[in-house]
């Protein structure tokens, strides 16, 4: 179980984080969802203690129980890998460019589950054609600049997976994939459902494949949470719904505007944007509880 209680990430006034709170079941997936900006990314990096030294976080971040923002890096290094692995987002910069990438992806086996180099070397070879990376043994001994971008990316991925973590954060594992590999990554984490996952995502259709619970974030926050069924059915917030109707099957109507400047917050963070604002929008909306939902908003406190 990951537990997140009033988790504040800042960059001098700014909120890149502020005040989330989300809870993810034992083998459950939670998908948070929003555009650029809204905090996705940076809330995994204080989960990980990788933020940069500017940035000042706080609140309550447990793993089974265990709180992980007053642990030392030293006592982190031992939950990291063992029992929480990361899939990290990008075209492979996480990837150590003087090592091959084979022994890259054996190395978490290798260190947490303490296997020879052969075997583990031949168990990274079977996770990369899990993945349709293709000429796995080639790539095995290749060194990640000879690779492409969606290669780099799925080798990240089996190198997130390797170490058989129960709890997993991924930062958008499909991002620069084509329809076809995204399928393949939807196919692992089915796979991978007897997991507790937590992922960062701005593909709806992977989210609706892979999530039992969606968060939403705007502007720093959390603006709503649900079942991923009832989500995907009826969203809540304004902005939600915006997401949706972005869709090509849904007729990818566009909403004009940006997010506000993370120190020009007024009222509601979607007030400039929403279709639905009245007066009472510019002040802070309050978060509404209906049912297994959580929506900050509004038109649902009444």
């Known amino acids: 179980m990951i537990e997140i209680k009033g988790l504040h990430v800042r960059f001098g006034q700014a909120y890149a984080v502020e005040d989330l709170e989300l809870l993810v079941q034992d083998g ?10 809204s ?5 995994l990096s204080a989960i990980l203690q990788i933020l940069p030294k500017e940035a000042k976080a706080s609140g309550s971040v447990k793993l089974g129980g265990v709180e992980l923002m007053n642990m030392s890096k030293k ?5 990291r890998g063992a029992r929480l692995s990361y899939v990290p987002q990008g075209s492979g910069n996480s990837l150590n460019p003087l090592l091959k990438t084979g022994f890259q992806i054996a190395e978490p086996m290798m260190e947490h589950h ?18 349709n990376i293709g000429e796995e043994e080639k790539v095995a001994n290749a060194y990640p600049h000879t690779l492409s971008g969606g290669m780099k990316q799925r080798a990240l991925i089996a ?16 991002k620069g994939l084509d329809r076809e590999r995204v399928l393949i990554i939807e196919e ?11 992922c960062v995502s701005h593909d709806l259709r992977f989210t609706e494949k892979i999530a039992d619970r969606v968060c939403v974030m705007y502007a720093a926050q959390k603006v709503e949470e649900a079942d991923a069924k009832d989500f995907f059915e009826k969203p809540l917030h ?24 993370h120190e020009d917050y007024h009222g509601c963070r979607f007030y400039d944007r929403c279709p639905k604002k009245t007066e009472k929008c510019t002040t802070v909306p309050p978060v509404v509880e209906l049912g297994t939902r959580k929506v900050r908003c509004h038109i649902y406190a009444d």
Do not use: H
Not at 28 to 37: L, N, Y
Not at 39 to 43: A, E, F, H, N, R
Not at 159 to 174: K, N, R
Not at 188 to 198: A, D, G, P, Y
């Open 159 to 174: 190198m997130g997976v390797a170490s058989d973590a129960p709890d997993i954060l991924a930062d958008e594992p499909t």
């Open 75 to 79: 006592e982190f290094r031992k939950i």
């Open 114 to 131: 303490e296997m020879k180099k052969k075997p583990a070397l031949q168990k990274a070879i079977e996770l990369m054609r899990r993945l």
């Open 238 to 261: 304004p902005y939600a719904q915006m997401m949706l109707e972005a869709l090509p099957e849904n007729g990818m109507k566009a909403n004009a505007g940006f997010a506000p400047s």
């Open 39 to 43: 905090g996705k990314s940076v809330m």
């Open 28 to 37: 459950k997936t939670t998908v948070i969802i929003g555009e650029s900006g």
């Open 188 to 198: 692992l984490f089915e796979q991978l459902k007897n997991n507790t996952i937590l």
